[in-house]
């Protein structure tokens, strides 16, 4: 048998086994009394689901980490990408190992599925030859994660953008009302995490790095850090100056809160003004096309079922 029939048995063999263990949980599910006694079984020493889940990871981690070393590069790179991901929500100190592991997992694999899945001598992108395009399959595999990683970090860093100016002004309200800064930052977090969970964490590991005995200097530069937002690397640099000055908390906030408001607007304006010129192309190699068919479609087999005959003499 050809290599090609052993994938399509173990393929047909993995659909039928999950299908039946589907099927087994939708027969066999517990009432609710067994249900709610499991939703209740990680606080019972022993029976700890989260336990489970740890060791699935660090077996993962395990069998990540001799791959990894395939892709690793400096340390400082390494040092580099831990910032990336902090900038991304990923704090684990296992997320070097997973990414690196997957630049080097992809690298392989994806030669390797169209090495089993397509014939090699049709394997050729522009011209350059079946081996040229295994590598660039290579190449994409391996810088696929870079692009992954960079997407993650721009839409948390707009998320965090798009919801900072309205945490500044929640700040301004709690220290008017009497709050100190530390605590204005937490109750802003509190009530962050419905509009914005990320702005939320990251102002809560604030007010956490406060409790544990840090400065409020530190504090507040690690949350530029974590952030990657030139506006907020802005807004703790005039907080910093406003500490060391003494001048009032709540009239800087307040211009601070103006002036990113202000920004805010200025990239929506930006953003629309954008949104005709992106437009142009779908609409000209999409759109109109379509609507000239339509439109003109019938006229044109009309005309050519009157033109042509009398053109031809017929």
């Avoid at 200025?266 to 992106?278: D, I, Q, S, T, Y």
């Amino acid at each position: 048998m050809a290599l090609t029939n052993y994938l399509y048995l173990a393929l047909i063999f993995i659909a039928v086994a999950t299908a039946s263990y589907g099927i087994g949980l939708l027969i066999g599910r517990p009432g609710s009394v067994r249900h709610r006694l499991r939703d209740v079984e990680p606080s019972v020493p022993g029976t700890d689901k989260g336990a489970a889940g740890a060791r699935w990871r660090d077996a993962a981690l395990r069998a990540a980490k001799p791959i990894s070393r395939l892709a690793a590069t400096s340390e400082a790179e390494t040092t580099q990408l831990r910032t990336r991901f902090m900038q991304a929500g990923f704090r684990h100190a296992s997320a070097p190992v997973i990414y690196f592991a997957a630049k080097a997992a992809l690298a392989v694999f994806l030669p390797l599925a169209a090495v089993m899945f397509v014939d090699l001598k049709t394997l050729d992108v522009l011209g350059l030859g079946p081996i040229a395009s295994l590598l660039g399959l290579a190449a994409i595999g391996y810088y696929l994660p870079n692009g992954v990683l960079a997407r993650l970090v721009a839409h948390r860093r707009r998320e965090l953008f798009e919801s900072f100016p309205d945490a500044v002004d929640l700040i301004i309200v709690c220290v008017e009302a009497g709050l100190s800064l530390d605590m204005a930052i937490a109750r802003a977090a509190q009530e962050m995490e419905l509009r914005s969970p990320a702005l939320a964490e990251e102002l809560k590991l604030v007010g956490v790095e406060l409790r544990i005995g840090a400065t409020r200097e530190r504090a507040l530069r690690n949350l530029a850090t974590r952030s990657g937002v030139e506006e907020m690397s802005s807004f703790v640099a005039m907080m910093l100056q406003a500490d060391r000055f003494g001048t009032s908390i709540a009239d800087s906030l307040r211009v601070q809160a103006d002036a990113l408001r202000t920004r805010r607007r200025l990239r929506a304006e930006e953003a629309a003004a954008k949104l005709p010129v992106k437009l142009l192309f779908p609409l000209v190699f999409c759109i109109f096309p379509s609507l000239l068919l339509v439109l003109l479609g019938p006229a044109m087999i009309q005309v050519a079922r009157v033109l042509f005959p009398m053109m031809t003499g017929n």
